[in-house]
Every structure is written in structure tokens, then in C-alpha cells.
């Protein structure tokens, strides 16, 4: 480590978050566990003929803003589907909450309890309305029609839709659209949110509204947000840049 603020991966080194309380003029260090862990994580297609991660170690902690950028193919992507469990490695761990993903037999339960997705583009149900699309995560959780409800109009309300809420996704704008589906990421109370080029379909000035309301939902939930982007300029704004080329972290660093 160079730095304070910047990891050399190439040492394979792993972060650890470490905070301090003073006592009497004596500092004793606290070391907190990751909420994400990736061992020598590899993921192989069409037979091993393509490698989309090559040898992933990493770390991120509860309450982290991360982006991960890289060029188009780098693997970023499937980075994210990996910690999304949308996909398996072909090897390596990956561990979530101190749960290892890979001896989990069915991860949708894990999915929708513990993780909310924001794609690029939104994936709602057109014939569904914005209250109907938004606690789609929340069915066959056991909550009651009513709690459903309330839940589904508190994030509505949040995202600044509450006048929308009974129309259909083809009814909004782009930019309304993915606020619904930052809604419905956070409606079943996520530790994470993943994004995936969030603000690829949008115009300059409603990406910035998006990352504006992503990153304001990040402090007011305290969930860990995790975006990947191919721009230097959405990348700068989180706390921590890591950076893929070839299906390898080359650069991990702090933006402050």
C-alpha cells in the first residue's frame, strides 16, 4: 500500500475496514468483517474459450458507496452478477454476510431479501402499474396485502413519484421509470444495491437526478451501494473506484 488511500492488488492484499475510539489518550483499533468477500473468483464461457474474471479478490464493506468501472468487455458486469448471485464462478468463493454464495442451494430467497438491482434499463412490467411494479420483490414474502401497500407507497413517496403511482411505465419519462425501479430495489429493505449502468439510457441532466437519488437513498437506508459504470466522471462520485480491465481488479482506491 502506497498510500493511505490507494491499494496496490498486484501484492495480493486485502482491505480491512479499521476505525479507532480513544481511551485515557490510548487509541485501540477495531477491525470490521466485510460484507462482501471474493476469493481467486474466475468465471469461464463456451468452454473456457473466454474469461470473463480472472483471479478476483476483494473486499466491501457494510455502508460503502463502490463503483467499478472498465472498458466494454472488461468484466465488470459479471462482476456484479457474481456478488448478485445472478451467477456463479466457475471458481473462487464469494462470500455475503459471512454466507458462502456457492454452497447455498437456491439463492432466490437470499436474492430477495438482500439485495436490490437497478439496470440500466429498468425492466418494468408495462402492463403493471408504478404501485404494482414496485412490490413485485415483496410477494411471497408473507407480508400482508396492507403492509405491502404502505411499503410500496413509502418508497414511492421517497422517490418523488406519489402523484404517478397509479400509471403505467410507458406513461413516464425515462428518468421517472428508473426512479421506480430504485423504488423497487429498496422496498424489501436491502443490506445492497446493485447498479448497473444506472444512467447509461438517460440524458446528462436526468442521470444526474438518478446518481443524485441513488446516492441520497445510500445515506438515508444505510445500504451499501455498489454501481458499475464506464464513466470516469459517475465513477468519481463514490467513495471507493475499483477498476477492471481483462477480468482483473488493477486499481482499488479512496476518492477522498
Given at each position: 500500500?502506497?498510500?493511505?488511500?490507494?491499494?496496490?492488488?498486484?501484492?495480493?492484499e486485502?482491505?480491512?475496514?479499521?476505525?479507532y475510539?480513544?481511551?485515557?489518550?490510548?487509541?485501540?483499533?477495531y477491525?470490521?468483517?466485510?460484507?462482501?468477500?471474493?476469493?481467486?473468483?474466475e468465471?469461464?464461457?463456451?468452454?473456457?474459450?473466454?474469461?470473463?474474471l480472472?483471479?478476483?479478490?476483494?473486499?466491501?464493506?457494510?455502508?460503502?458507496?463502490?463503483?467499478?468501472?472498465?472498458?466494454?468487455?472488461?468484466?465488470?458486469?459479471t462482476?456484479?452478477?457474481?456478488?448478485?448471485?445472478?451467477?456463479?464462478?466457475?471458481?473462487?468463493?464469494?462470500?455475503?454476510?459471512?454466507?458462502?454464495l456457492?454452497?447455498?442451494?437456491?439463492?432466490?430467497?437470499?436474492?430477495?431479501?438482500?439485495?436490490?438491482?437497478?439496470?440500466?434499463l429498468?425492466?418494468?412490467?408495462?402492463?403493471?402499474?408504478?404501485?404494482?411494479?414496485?412490490?413485485?420483490?415483496?410477494?411471497?414474502?408473507g407480508?400482508?396485502?396492507?403492509?405491502?401497500?404502505?411499503?410500496?407507497?413509502?418508497?414511492?413517496?421517497?422517490?418523488?413519484?406519489?402523484?404517478?403511482?397509479?400509471?403505467?411505465?410507458?406513461?413516464l419519462?425515462?428518468?421517472?421509470r428508473?426512479?421506480?425501479a430504485?423504488?423497487?430495489?429498496?422496498?424489501?429493505?436491502?443490506?445492497?444495491?446493485l447498479?448497473?449502468?444506472?444512467?447509461?439510457?438517460?440524458?446528462s441532466?436526468?442521470?444526474?437526478?438518478?446518481?443524485?437519488?441513488?446516492?441520497?437513498?445510500?445515506?438515508?437506508?444505510?445500504?451499501?451501494?455498489?454501481?458499475?459504470?464506464h464513466?470516469?466522471?459517475?465513477?468519481?462520485?463514490?467513495?471507493?473506484?475499483?477498476?477492471?480491465?481483462?477480468?482483473?481488479?488493477?486499481?482499488?482506491?479512496?476518492?477522498?
Amino acid at each position: 500500500m502506497d498510500n493511505e488511500n490507494h491499494m496496490d492488488l498486484n501484492d495480493d492484499e486485502y482491505v480491512y475496514n479499521e476505525t479507532y475510539a480513544e481511551d485515557d489518550g490510548d487509541y485501540e483499533y477495531y477491525y470490521e468483517d466485510p460484507l462482501i468477500s471474493l476469493f481467486d473468483v474466475e468465471k469461464e464461457y463456451d468452454n473456457g474459450s473466454v474469461r470473463a474474471l480472472n483471479g478476483v479478490n476483494l473486499d466491501i464493506f457494510e455502508g460503502e458507496f463502490v463503483s467499478i468501472i472498465g472498458p466494454s468487455g472488461s468484466g465488470k458486469s459479471t462482476l456484479l452478477n457474481m456478488i448478485g448471485a445472478l451467477d456463479n464462478p466457475s471458481r473462487g468463493e464469494i462470500y455475503i454476510d459471512g454466507i458462502n454464495l456457492q454452497k447455498e442451494k437456491d439463492l432466490s430467497d437470499f436474492r430477495r431479501e438482500r439485495i436490490g438491482f437497478v439496470f440500466q434499463l429498468h425492466n418494468l412490467i408495462p402492463n403493471l402499474s408504478v404501485m404494482d411494479n414496485v412490490q413485485i420483490p415483496l410477494l411471497h414474502t408473507g407480508m400482508s396485502s396492507k403492509d405491502m401497500k404502505k411499503r410500496a407507497n413509502e418508497l414511492i413517496a421517497a422517490v418523488g413519484l406519489e402523484s404517478k403511482k397509479r400509471q403505467k411505465p410507458n406513461k413516464l419519462s425515462g428518468g421517472e421509470r428508473q426512479r421506480v425501479a430504485i423504488a423497487r430495489a429498496l422496498v424489501n429493505n436491502p443490506s445492497i444495491i446493485l447498479a448497473d449502468e444506472p444512467t447509461g439510457s438517460l440524458d446528462s441532466k436526468t442521470g444526474k437526478m438518478i446518481l443524485n437519488l441513488l446516492m441520497e437513498m445510500h445515506e438515508r437506508y444505510n445500504v451499501t451501494l455498489i454501481i458499475v459504470t464506464h464513466d470516469n466522471d459517475v465513477a468519481n462520485l463514490a467513495e471507493r473506484t475499483i477498476k477492471i480491465k481483462d477480468g482483473r481488479v488493477i486499481e482499488d482506491k479512496y476518492n477522498y
